[in-house]
């Protein structure tokens, strides 16, 4: 067995074979530092912490991580806070930043005496229709490879050779939402104890806790803008005016870490078999940022392709890997309706034409609602926490 990507998904799953007596090696193509550094999201499910602690992989996140249940909404017509950990099924997140999630699975799955070879850029997919599919490769010296496996797992996200790979009989659903992103990764306490999530007419302005020390910040920048277009003073300043901080209280201001733009896009592919070559994380569905749905998706579906492929190795089931790809699509898109609904609730409509005056009135009414109603309340807590 073949996994390509030292993510969530693929080292959850090199984890899972690997204590079931499945060969498998891990390829990855940056280095172990690389791997264990890059900052993407920390908002992990109730269920995620479950299905980890099922597992015996959640001791790092139960001594670090940190319990969430609250997020606040500003917007012209004041502001308003949802305590969701005692809403819908009163669950919460856990606050853990993906980089050590990552730390902790790639120690466990070494420990254990788990195969993955760093700097090994898998360059393509080849024979995945037949029993024997192989991966070709480059080294870190630049010299040709490649391996054959009974199965190969593309964990490797959406530029990967898994998606280079897939043949003609896939389909991909795209949307391209129209937004994006300034994101900020910056050394400064949290200003709220919550998530906040401010809808302004210069544009969509969040807070996320990341650390004691650490915040996660977005800025609704325009289409094209590049990451260090702004300086920091006029980021803090458009971060004070979207997030009113005139009437709410300051931001606390620190050393802007990491930069980059994001662009909220929706990416499936169907099925996520292709005879030989199966699709978890990124490689299968990619989410927007919006809703914190990412990381928890990848555990998900490597949990559940793990359970496939054990049963199909170790049990003779031959239609369990058929099932993983519908009972994984399923929650994939549960998981991108929900998103969509917290991209139009979160960004007001430019211009002044009636179609965007009509859609902007559906979004303060959504918010309303939401303040209003504790049925609507509860519908997002489950929405919001759950898969």
């Known amino acids: 067995m073949v996994i390509l990507g030292a993510g969530p998904a693929g080292l959850l799953l090199g984890n899972l074979l690997h204590r079931n007596g499945i060969d498998c090696a891990?390829?990855?193509?940056?280095?172990?530092?690389?791997?264990?550094?890059?900052?993407?999201?920390?908002?992990?499910?109730?269920?995620?912490?479950?299905?980890?602690d099922r597992h015996g992989l959640a001791e790092g996140l139960h001594r670090?991580?940190?319990?969430?249940?609250?997020?606040?909404?500003?917007?012209?017509?004041?502001?308003?806070?949802?305590?969701?950990?005692?809403?819908?099924?009163?669950e919460q997140h856990t606050v853990y930043p993906q980089q050590d999630l990552v730390t902790d699975l790639l120690t466990q799955y070494l420990d254990a005496g788990g195969r993955i070879h760093f700097?090994?850029?898998?360059?393509?997919?080849?024979?995945?229709?037949?029993?024997?599919?192989s991966v070709t490769v480059r080294g870190a010296d630049g010299r040709p490879g490649r391996w054959r496996a009974g199965y190969v797992a593309g964990?490797?996200?959406?530029?990967?050779?898994?998606?280079?790979?897939l043949p003609p009989g896939a389909v991909r659903h795209h949307r391209d939402h129209g937004v994006s992103w300034l994101g900020l990764l910056v050394e400064a306490p949290p200003s709220l104890d919550a998530v906040g999530y401010a809808v302004h007419d210069r544009g969509f302005a969040g807070h996320m806790a990341r650390t004691p020390e650490i915040t996660r910040y977005y800025l609704q920048c325009e289409r094209g803008t590049p990451a260090d277009a702004w300086s920091e003073e006029q980021i803090w300043d458009e971060l004070d005016l979207r997030m009113r901080a005139g009437d709410y209280g300051p931001l606390n201001r620190g050393r802007i870490l990491q930069r980059a733009v994001v662009d909220l896009e929706s990416d499936v592919v169907e099925p996520l078999r292709h005879g030989s070559l199966l699709l978890a994380g990124d490689a299968a569905g990619l989410i927007s940022p919006s809703a914190a749905k990412g990381a928890n998706l990848a555990v998900l579906e490597a949990e559940l392709l793990a359970r496939a492929l054990i049963?199909?190795?170790?049990?003779?089931?031959?239609?369990?890997?058929?099932?993983?790809?519908?009972?994984?699509?399923?929650?994939?898109?549960?998981?991108?309706?929900?998103?969509?609904w917290m991209i139009r609730l979160l960004h007001s409509s430019p211009g002044s034409d009636g179609?965007?005056?009509?859609?902007?009135?559906?979004?303060?009414?959504?918010?309303?609602s939401l303040r209003t109603s504790r049925t609507h309340q509860d519908w997002f807590a489950e929405n919001y926490v759950g898969l």
Do not use: K, N
């Open 26 to 52: 891990v390829l990855e193509r940056a280095d172990r530092m690389h791997v264990q550094t890059r900052a993407r999201a920390g908002f992990l499910a109730a269920e995620t912490v479950r299905t980890l």
């Open 64 to 90: 670090r991580g940190r319990r969430h249940g609250s997020c606040e909404f500003r917007t012209d017509d004041g502001r308003f806070r949802l305590d969701y950990g005692s809403l819908g099924r009163g």
């Open 119 to 133: 700097e090994t850029e898998a360059l393509a997919v080849l024979d995945a229709s037949g029993p024997r599919p």
């Open 155 to 165: 964990c490797d996200g959406r530029h990967g050779a898994t998606r280079r790979s």
């Open 311 to 340: 049963d199909d190795l170790a049990h003779g089931d031959g239609d369990a890997l058929s099932r993983y790809s519908a009972r994984a699509l399923a929650r994939i898109w549960r998981a991108q309706e929900f998103s969509q």
């Open 355 to 368: 179609e965007s005056l009509f859609r902007d009135s559906l979004r303060r009414s959504r918010i309303e």
